[in-house]
């Protein structure tokens, strides 16, 4: 890619609208110093000080932050937060990003706010070493009012997004966003709708899923395919082209260290290497960036390959963070592709 090329495509992310529907949780650090630890006389346990708590948007959250980090000009998130003091932390995270526009995303008391509570020692020049997070989930299946109202709020986003992004958090089925009923739907509206780009990625699987753009690793697409055995590169194109060719939507592969796989309709394919790895990693959130880089820069025209390019760049951006889910901005993406070699100067 050509840097008039790169800069043809991140300067039409300020004008596009996409929506993400799916599990938004709140990623809640704590920051201990170690230095402060105490014995509690109580109980006779180590104290951890938390002398710092950083609140940000997680799960589709990360997605959203993202697609901030973009510049993407219209974020609509569809989703929901508990009416509980982490809903609170949760919302006021979101409406302080910018681009984002609260309209479709659901505050009910049904529901608990998706947490994860994530404990830090912070003890620099060292990384930060978490300890063991505490999560708040919902055990139980998503109300069908609560299923209701996500519907009403995705069929309006559709009227004035360009794109959409699925991301199917939660590891209990129906417990959470994506339901089988949403799925559906989002089908219906889709068959209605063909031209519409929407990109799903799920924890659990993606079977079941309506023919969207798919994006999973080796071990999902596996799965989804019924392969009994690990699959080697070739397996993984072929796979990949003939999920492409059954959806007649694109499909992307994650592969870790060997980089990512793309392939479209009519059986074109691309890889794309991993960057070079530079210090101690984190790779948190490195999908998460893989997905909204990928569909924003489809949404803005750019190529099979260009998209697999630029989300390759923006997971070894993130992936170098620590202590934190992090993002990628456009002037981090252009400076780790030039560094790369991947941004050529002439025309």
Same mark, same amino acid.
């Given at each position: 890619?050509?840097?008039? /090329?790169?800069?043809? %495509? #991140?300067?039409?992310?300020?004008?596009?609208?996409?929506?993400?529907?799916?599990?938004?949780?709140?990623?809640?650090?704590?920051?201990?110093?170690?230095?402060?630890?105490?014995?509690?006389?109580?109980?006779?346990?180590?104290?951890?000080?938390?002398?710092?708590? /950083?609140?940000?948007?997680?799960?589709?959250?990360? %997605?959203?932050?993202?697609?901030?980090?973009?510049?993407?000009?219209?974020?609509?998130?569809?989703?929901?937060?508990?009416?509980?003091?982490?809903?609170?932390?949760?919302?006021?995270?979101?409406?302080?990003?910018?681009?984002?526009?609260? +309209?479709?995303?659901? &505050?009910?008391?049904?529901? &608990?706010?998706? #947490?994860?509570?994530?404990?830090?020692?912070?003890?620099?020049?060292?990384?930060?070493?978490?300890?063991?997070?505490?999560?708040?989930?919902?055990?139980?299946?998503?109300?069908?009012?609560?299923?209701?109202? %996500?519907?009403?709020?995705?069929?309006?986003?559709?009227?004035?997004?360009?794109?959409?992004?699925?991301?199917?958090?939660?590891?209990?089925?129906?417990?959470?966003?994506?339901?089988?009923?949403?799925?559906?739907?989002?089908?219906?509206?889709?068959?209605?709708?063909?031209?519409?780009?929407?990109?799903?990625?799920?924890?659990?699987?993606? &079977?079941?899923?309506?023919?969207?753009?798919?994006?999973?690793?080796?071990?999902?697409?596996?799965?989804?395919? +019924?392969?009994?055995?690990?699959?080697?590169?070739?397996?993984?194109?072929?796979?990949?082209?003939?999920?492409?060719?059954?959806?007649? /939507?694109?499909?992307?592969?994650?592969?870790?260290?060997?980089?990512?796989?793309?392939? +479209?309709?009519?059986?074109?394919?691309?890889?794309?290497?991993?960057?070079?790895?530079?210090?101690? %990693?984190?790779?948190?959130?490195?999908?998460?960036?893989?997905?909204?880089?990928?569909?924003?820069?489809?949404?803005?025209?750019?190529?099979?390959?260009?998209?697999?390019?630029?989300?390759?760049?923006?997971?070894?951006?993130?992936?170098?963070?620590?202590? #934190?889910?992090?993002?990628?901005?456009?002037?981090?993406?252009?400076?780790?592709?030039?560094?790369?070699?991947?941004?050529?100067?002439?025309?």
């Amino acid at each position: 890619m050509n840097l008039d /090329r790169f800069h043809a %495509i #991140t300067e039409r992310y300020a004008n596009l609208r996409l929506g993400i529907l799916g599990d938004f949780c709140l990623d809640r650090y704590l920051e201990i110093d170690p230095a402060r630890t105490e014995t509690s006389i109580e109980t006779g346990l180590p104290v951890h000080n938390v002398v710092g708590v /950083r609140a940000q948007p997680g799960g589709a959250g990360t %997605i959203l932050n993202n697609l901030c980090a973009l510049q993407v000009g219209h974020i609509y998130p569809i989703g929901f937060a508990g009416d509980d003091g982490e809903g609170y932390e949760l919302s006021r995270a979101l409406e302080q990003r910018p681009g984002v526009r609260l +309209g479709f995303f659901l &505050r009910t008391a049904q529901r &608990r706010t998706f #947490t994860y509570c994530k404990p830090l020692v912070l003890a620099p020049p060292k990384p930060p070493i978490e300890l063991n997070r505490l999560d708040l989930k919902n055990w139980t299946p998503t109300p069908s009012l609560v299923q209701g109202l %996500i519907i009403t709020r995705l069929l309006d986003a559709a009227k004035i997004a360009d794109a959409f992004i699925v991301l199917d958090q939660v590891e209990i089925p129906e417990t959470g966003v994506v339901t089988q009923r949403i799925l559906t739907f989002l089908g219906d509206h889709l068959r209605a709708k063909p031209e519409m780009l929407v990109l799903a990625d799920s924890r659990r699987s993606l &079977r079941g899923f309506p023919p969207v753009v798919f994006k999973m690793n080796a071990a999902e697409l596996a799965a989804l395919t +019924g392969a009994d055995h690990d699959l080697d590169f070739d397996d993984i194109k072929r796979a990949a082209v003939e999920l492409a060719d059954a959806n007649h /939507r694109a499909v992307f592969v994650t592969l870790a260290e060997r980089g990512m796989v793309g392939a +479209g309709p009519g059986g074109q394919v691309e890889h794309v290497p991993a960057l070079p790895v530079r210090g101690d %990693i984190d790779i948190v959130g490195a999908g998460d960036a893989v997905s909204a880089n990928l569909t924003a820069a489809i949404a803005a025209g750019a190529s099979l390959l260009e998209a697999l390019e630029l989300a390759a760049a923006a997971a070894a951006v993130v992936i170098h963070k620590l202590g #934190t889910t992090g993002t990628a901005t456009i002037l981090e993406l252009q400076e780790r592709m030039t560094q790369e070699g991947l941004l050529r100067p002439d025309a």
